[in-house]
């Protein structure tokens, strides 16, 4: 696989998926944003984390924006000798507001963006999948990979395949 020798920049957005009757189904993107960095360096992984979260960077690999970039990687079918990362964290953890399908959308779409096929190798379909199968809330996953609102839903994953139960379909 080719490397991209200059970084990929990821702005990702907070999102909402409480909308009243829309609970777990309906995704909205909201205007607060964390962003990421990423380039592939030397031979190991080096992560520094600014604002919300800035101790989760003694996570190593364990990092979520990793591990979604690791998966990613896994899927595009090769992975680079080393990363260096800098995440800029605004949206708040832990209250509702999708942090961690940031996180992970973040991750897809920065390791997508490294390798030089990455779009080929990953098309937004299944960068979809990945992160609602990583993130377990597709309606988040849903309107911070496409923004705006949205409607996302797994067929057959809570037993009735209706929405709010996965990630299958999306619409904006």
């Known amino acids: 696989m080719i490397w991209a020798q200059s970084p990929a920049v990821v702005r990702a957005p907070a999102t909402s998926a409480n909308l009243g009757p829309g609970f777990d189904a309906f995704g909205l993107a909201l205007a607060c944003y964390d962003q990421v960095e990423a380039r592939v360096t030397g031979d190991r992984l080096t992560l520094r984390v600014q604002g919300e979260g800035e101790q989760t960077a003694g996570l190593g690999e364990r990092h979520l924006v990793v591990t979604a970039m690791r998966a990613a990687f896994d899927k595009m079918g090769g992975h680079p000798d080393g990363l260096t990362l800098n995440c800029v964290n605004a949206i708040p953890h832990g209250r509702?507001?999708?942090s961690s399908a940031a996180a992970v959308?973040?991750?897809?779409?920065?390791?997508?963006a490294l390798a030089g096929d990455g779009a080929d190798r990953l098309p937004d379909a299944e960068a979809l999948r990945l992160a609602a199968d990583l993130e377990g809330h597709p309606d988040n996953v849903a309107a911070c990979l496409a923004g705006g609102l949205t409607v996302a839903w797994r067929p057959g994953?809570?037993?009735d395949g209706g929405p709010g139960s996965g990630a299958g379909?999306?619409?904006r």
């Open 96 to 98: 509702g507001l999708g």
């Open 105 to 112: 959308v973040s991750g897809i779409l920065a390791a997508r």
């Open 157 to 159: 994953a809570a037993g």
């Open 169 to 171: 379909g999306s619409r």
